[in-house]
């Protein structure tokens, strides 16, 4: 680890605000002057702040938290950063999360109780020197020579990479225990660097790393008991113990014929440990493939972590549609595999325990992954095996990007004979369980660096709420809106960009800020939007009316702005189709929307904003203002059927045949209120009003009457402490639950335009800014390039298809930060709450 080197802190920020940062970071930005004695009368100043917690309800040790380093506000590869509670150091190592050779993480490892929340300090000290509990290394022979494939004589050596030479291959003698090494204190794992690219294990009996005992006299030792353990496993021709090839329909064809294998190790620490394969020129399925495996592995834990990335094939062949993962079959075990119910961005497994390791004792083996990556479960005549979706681009390139793909998935061992070692089956799937949950909901981290406390600590005045906006905007013009036009990549769900709610939904937010605060980038990047997407005769691309998929409306608000802005015949046709999908969508009895086809008789929150405000808004820009019933008429069914007349929330979802899994049987309601579904629901209550005249109060009361209601029931589900709202509204103190930030911007940006409409009186006015205030204290994170970031958000929430609605389900999708569906609510609440201040 570097712990000389100077460090660097960000000591800037965009006008308007730079002179105040500059001046709040001075004490940051110094270089640290070496003491003369260890003795300190204070400590120094943090770089941040980390506030961590458990979202489990049973307790977790050896947790690890990762940081990246621009989000600590830290330049460049920090000299020193240790990480404290209190007056207690917490472990920590500088990490190479990605294995690209250069530093760029903090990791801290500490014990969680269950639900426990955690105040971190992040100092510009050098951490004390942890207890070595993770390792990885590659050794090979030296001083000896090679007798055809064999290497004699000579001792083995360790080096940081290594590339067999042509001859090399299994039994060779060349490469101690036939490859690369990684452990932690719990379990080793080995990768045979030749034809067979098995996965082994060795059995830990000490608690403490043992690679670097074995092996030293030759292959035979480690197949019987030494005093650190053993090896375990027979692969044979297997998988063995979670390895990879490729799925050929009949067989798993594992990386056999290829041109040479590459090894290098690239951290061998206390707390993380890493190395890398490369596989040169993998011939398999009539294509030549370069392929990397980037294993790593932390303290305490009994998984390795695989993250595969396969280069695009030469010439013009398709991309290999699968790589197969899974465990060595041996007789007498049990197969063993984790529900499929589940969301697709949810962990599951496939696993076997029994007696079969070589020690003719109890292991339990297991490959982890997510459900929605999964092709299909199957075998041949040596493994069980998982195959696999691989993510990742087209042949060609996307946005200058490569067209890599790749796999990301875990694997683990549990051994009878290991130190305090799982010793049945029953505690194996208990394990497996907890570890499914720990992947699925890591450790909540909310950071606040010195950048940050001293950007959003400014008086909040209508300069300021637009500046907010403009920075997500800002951002969001260089991460996202060059990608969201037809032939551009949706990285955040890996697929091409489609005509849908999220492509258009942070353009509309670019337009909101453009019409307040002028930019002609925003205007232009709305527009590049619309007419990519929308052909010379008012066709749209990937657009597909027979889905019935009420999401994909919501992007008609677009063109009909692009139509206004620009008068071009196109849009009016365009939102002649989409317009035309609502006259035939089908309904509930009660004439409600369902949200997809294939969600029949299902009405859901996130409909009424994707369908709504362009029904009312075209209505009255090409009917006269005619047919807005039918617009009023959502609003009442919603609220008669998903309106819980106790709290004013709204359930997520109802189904009126109560047949799906999560449909209450006697009501058809979804059992949970999920913040971000009445979001949708209480933006759409306020953009509808836009479209409908004063003069109409018939046709505006019944939304009106909502309007007021929901202020009601928000307010009095708001955090107290942080002044937003949590995943779920009503269960705040439940583990798991944390602040979201979609849901939030959400809310204020429904407050403060019912404040602008005059739909809510005034005595919510002063709720509305200290709410606001509590998304930048709470969501917006300054990064050490000066860029922010919006934190905290679900990825994606839904129902059916794996998704039950509990409570679990809702804590379980991932937390990700900057996606447009949190950042678009929050550059237009910015605007509604500068509207509001002016």
Not at 79 to 93: F, H
Not at 352 to 365: P, V
Not at 382 to 387: L, T, Y
Not at 651 to 660: L, M, N, S
Request: glycine share 8%; charged share 15%.
């Amino acid at each position: 680890m570097l712990q000389n080197s100077d460090f660097h802190v960000v000591c800037s920020f965009r006008a308007p605000l730079a002179v105040l940062i500059t001046a709040a970071l001075l004490g940051a930005c110094a270089k640290p002057t070496p003491s003369a004695t260890t003795v300190t009368t204070a400590a120094p100043a943090g770089l941040a702040e980390l506030t961590v917690t458990n979202p489990s309800a049973f307790a977790r040790p050896d947790s690890a938290v990762t940081v990246a380093f621009a989000d600590l506000g830290v330049v460049g590869i920090p000299g020193s950063l240790s990480v404290w509670a209190g007056a207690r150091e917490v472990p920590s190592q500088l990490i190479d999360s990605d294995g690209n050779g250069s530093l760029d993480s903090l990791l801290a490892m500490a014990d969680f109780a269950a639900g426990e929340q955690q105040q971190w300090q992040v100092k510009p000290i050098p951490a004390q020197a942890s207890v070595k509990r993770t390792a990885a290394e590659i050794s090979q022979k030296t001083g000896g020579q090679w007798q055809g494939k064999v290497y004699q004589g000579g001792t083995f050596e360790n080096v940081q990479s290594l590339t067999p030479p042509p001859q090399y291959t299994d039994h060779s003698e060349f490469i101690r225990y036939e490859g690369p090494g990684i452990e932690s204190d719990r379990v080793a794992y080995r990768i045979y660097l030749d034809w067979r690219n098995g996965f082994d294990i060795f059995g830990n009996i000490t608690g403490s790393p043992v690679l670097h005992q074995v092996g030293l006299d030759g292959y035979s030792s480690y197949h019987n008991m030494q005093p650190w353990g053993l090896d375990l496993l027979k692969v044979g021709k297997s998988l063995g113990a979670g390895g990879f090839g490729y799925w050929d329909g009949s067989a798993a064809q594992g990386v056999s014929v290829l041109k040479g294998h590459s090894a290098t190790i690239h951290q061998s620490g206390p707390l993380f440990s890493s190395l890398s394969i490369d596989y040169h020129d993998w011939q398999i399925a009539g294509r030549t493939l370069d392929v990397r495996a980037h294993l790593s592995m932390q303290a305490g834990s009994r998984l390795l972590r695989n993250q595969l990335e396969l280069a695009a094939p030469a010439g013009n062949a398709a991309p290999l549609d699968n790589l197969a993962i899974g465990l060595v079959k041996h007789a007498g075990t049990e197969l063993l595999q984790g529900t499929l119910e589940v969301s697709g961005h949810q962990y599951t497994y496939l696993a076997t325990y029994g007696k079969q390791s070589l020690n003719n004792d109890l292991l339990g083996m297991a490959v982890i992954f997510k459900r929605g990556k999964l092709q299909k479960l199957t075998a041949d005549a040596n493994s069980h095996v998982a195959v696999m979706e691989l993510t990742g681009l087209a042949p060609a390139k996307v946005g200058g990007i490569n067209s890599a793909r790749k796999l990301d998935y875990h694997l683990l061992a549990a051994w009878q004979g290991e130190k305090n070692g799982i010793t049945n089956q029953a505690d194996f799937v208990s394990y497996l369980q907890q570890q499914l949950e720990i992947l699925d909901r890591p450790i909540r981290v909310k950071i606040s660096n010195a950048a940050t406390k001293a950007a959003v600590s400014q008086p909040l005045t209508a300069q300021q709420a637009l500046y907010w906006s403009q920075q997500l905007a800002d951002a969001g013009l260089k991460l996202q809106a060059p990608h969201y036009v037809w032939g551009g990549w949706d990285f955040e769900r890996e697929r091409p960009t489609t005509f849908e709610y999220t492509t258009g939904l942070l353009l509309q937010a670019f337009d909101d800020l453009h019409q307040l605060a002028p930019n002609p980038a925003y205007k232009t990047a709305m527009l590049n939007m619309a007419d990519s997407f929308v052909a010379a005769d008012g066709s749209i691309h990937s657009y597909q009316r027979e889905k019935f998929n009420i999401d994909s409306i919501n992007s008609g608000n677009v063109l009909l702005r692009a139509y206004e802005q620009t008068g071009e015949v196109k849009y009016q046709k365009a939102t002649a189709l989409l317009r035309d999908q609502l006259k035939d969508h089908p309904k509930t009895s009660n004439g409600a929307f369902w949200h997809k086809k294939i969600y029949p008789h299902q009405v859901w929150l996130d409909g009424v904003y994707m369908g709504i405000p362009f029904l009312a808004h075209h209505n009255q820009l090409f009917n006269n203002g005619q047919g807005l019933e039918e617009a009023v008429h959502e609003f009442v069914a919603v609220r008669d059927k998903l309106r819980d007349p106790v709290t004013g929330l709204y359930f997520h979802g109802w189904d009126e045949q109560k047949q799906q899994v999560w449909a209450n049987k006697t009501t058809g309601l979804s059992p949970e209120f999920w913040s971000r579904g009445i979001g949708w629901l209480a933006m759409a209550v306020v953009d509808t009003l836009d479209f409908i005249p004063r003069e109409r109060s018939d046709l505006r009361a019944p939304l009106e009457q909502m309007a007021r209601e929901l202020a009601v029931a928000l307010k009095a589900h708001v955090d107290p402490a942080s002044q937003v709202w949590y995943q779920i509204p009503n269960k705040p103190g439940t583990p798991g639950n944390y602040l979201e930030s979609s849901a939030s911007s959400m809310f204020v940006y429904f407050y403060a335009k019912a404040l602008n409409q005059g739909l809510i009186d005034n005595s919510y006015r002063d709720f509305t800014l200290q709410a606001y205030q509590g998304l930048l204290n709470q969501f917006v994170l300054v990064d050490a390039n000066g860029t922010a970031h919006l934190t905290q958000m679900v990825q994606v929430a839904g129902l059916g298809f794996g998704r039950d609605g509990s409570y679990d389900y809702y804590q379980n999708e991932p937390v990700i930060r900057n996606d447009a569906k949190g950042v678009g609510p929050f550059i237009m609440a910015g605007v509604q709450v500068a509207r509001l201040l002016q």
